[in-house]
C-alpha cells in the first residue's frame, strides 16, 4: 500500500524540549515537504526537499531542523527556539520526474507544547 | 507577489445548491492551480486542478474556473451534498513549491 506515514499522531511536549515529528513515503518520490497549519491561516511551508541530502527553508523556518539521508525519510525536529509550536504539522510528497506537481499530504501529527 | 487570498473564510449551503469558493493570486509565474479538501484531523487531498492555458476543467460535480487576466480562480461545487462538509484550500505554485490559500470551511445543510 503507497502512501506517506507520519508518527506520532499525536504528541505532547514540555517548553524547552525539542521533539522530532517522522515522516516516510514508499511513493518513490523525490520531493518532500512540510507544512505548519494552525485555524484560519492555511498551510505555511516550513522546509521542503528536493533530493537526498539537500533541502531549502520555506517561509517559516526559524525553530525548526530537517534532515534528508534517505529519500524515503524526511523528519521535521521542533526545537525549543520555536517560540509557538503547538499546531498540526503535515508531511507531503511530489514526484519531480512525472512532470505532475500534485502534492499528496500524509495525516498529520498534532503537536501540543504543554 | 507571493500571496493567495481564498475567501469565503466560512460557507453555509443547502444541500442540492452550488457552493463556490474564490482565489486570487499574484505571481503570474505561476502555472499551477490545485484546490485541495480536508476533513478534520486528516491531511488535504487533491480534488481538482488546473492550468493556465485552459479556462475551465471539470471532474464530475467539481468545476475550476481559471481568470489568467484577473490572476483568479474560483471552485464551483454542483449538487452541493452533506458529505461534502470540509474545508477546502486553493493553492498556487510552479514546480516544485505551492502557496496555499487561508481556506474555506464549507457546511452543507441536509
Known amino acids: 500500500d503507497g502512501g506517506i506515514t507520519q508518527s506520532p499522531k499525536y504528541l505532547f511536549r514540555k517548553e524547552g524540549q525539542n521533539v522530532t515529528l517522522s515522516c516516510e513515503q514508499n511513493?518513490?518520490?523525490?520531493?518532500m515537504y512540510w507544512y505548519r497549519q494552525d485555524p484560519g491561516q492555511g498551510l505555511r511551508l516550513i522546509y521542503y526537499?528536493?533530493?537526498?541530502?539537500?533541502?531549502q527553508k520555506g517561509d517559516i523556518a526559524e525553530g525548526y531542523s530537517v534532515s534528508r539521508e534517505k529519500k524515503e525519510s524526511f523528519p521535521l525536529t521542533v526545537t525549543s527556539a520555536q517560540k509557538n509550536p503547538t499546531a498540526f504539522y503535515l508531511c507531503?510528497?511530489?514526484?519531480?520526474?512525472?512532470?505532475?506537481?500534485?502534492?499528496?499530504f500524509g495525516p498529520g501529527t498534532r503537536l501540543t507544547v504543554l | 507577489q507571493q500571496q493567495v487570498k481564498q475567501s469565503p473564510q466560512s460557507l453555509i449551503v443547502q444541500k442540492g445548491g452550488i457552493s463556490i469558493i474564490n482565489c486570487a493570486y499574484e505571481n503570474t509565474a505561476f502555472d499551477y492551480f490545485p484546490w485541495y479538501q480536508q476533513f478534520p484531523g486528516k491531511g488535504p487531498a487533491l480534488l481538482i486542478a488546473?492550468?493556465?492555458?485552459?479556462s475551465e476543467k471539470k471532474e464530475g460535480r467539481f468545476t475550476i474556473s481559471f481568470n489568467k487576466s484577473a490572476k483568479q480562480f474560483s471552485l464551483h461545487i454542483m449538487d452541493s451534498q452533506p458529505g461534502d462538509s470540509a474545508t477546502y484550500f486553493c493553492?498556487?505554485?510552479?514546480?516544485?513549491?505551492?502557496?496555499f490559500g487561508q481556506g474555506t470551511t464549507l457546511q452543507v445543510k441536509p
Open positions: 511513493l518513490n518520490h523525490d520531493a
Open positions: 526537499s528536493q533530493i537526498v541530502n539537500d533541502f
Open positions: 507531503a510528497s511530489r514526484s519531480e520526474g512525472s512532470g505532475r506537481n500534485e502534492q499528496f
Open positions: 493553492a498556487a505554485g510552479d514546480t516544485g513549491k505551492l502557496i
Open positions: 488546473i492550468r493556465p492555458d485552459v
